[in-house]
């Protein structure tokens, strides 16, 4: 398709696509329903390679660099800069927010074959698609990162307020014993 045009005006008309397929996939991003995001769907599961996330910590050194780039809102003006709070709902909140993060990163992604589809293989979609690959994958990998810790946070709070529960009940009935 664009194979014929010049490389000035192949670059120009790919660049526009890819701004207008960023916008479009914002857009479908928040309107699909939260389900889409489920944590529970097998796309956001930890792969065995990231190790719980140690692999981003690791390898990565994400901890260094993370803070540095920018940060969108998510739904409902939802900050995902650090946690607000630590109840279950919460972290629920933002761990849905990171798979919707996720999935607007990973589907900015697919332009790349959509740039070789209408390009084939020239400097221009190579270029872009790198472009594009290296400007999403920073935070597709935040976002898993900082999901697993989440996760991780999630089980020590919900093991916490089942002791708790536990002690509750052992102090009820001890109560409930003594006033017999």
Known sequence: MLREQSTVNAFFIN??????WHYAVLFVCISLNNSVFSPERKLYHCRKWERGGKFYSDVLKINKW??????????DGFSKEHI???????????ILETCRGEWNHKMNCVLVIVLFGINGVTGVSVILSFA???GNMPFICIQRYNRFRLQRLKKTLLRKMERQNKMLVCT?????????
């Open 15 to 20: 660049f526009i696509l890819g701004v207008i």
């Open 66 to 75: 993370k803070d540095t780039l920018p940060q969108h809102i998510g739904k």
């Open 84 to 94: 607000e709070d630590v109840s279950i709902e919460y972290l629920d909140k933002f």
């Open 132 to 134: 594009t690959i290296a």
């Open 172 to 180: 009820t009935a001890e109560n409930e014993s003594l006033t017999e």
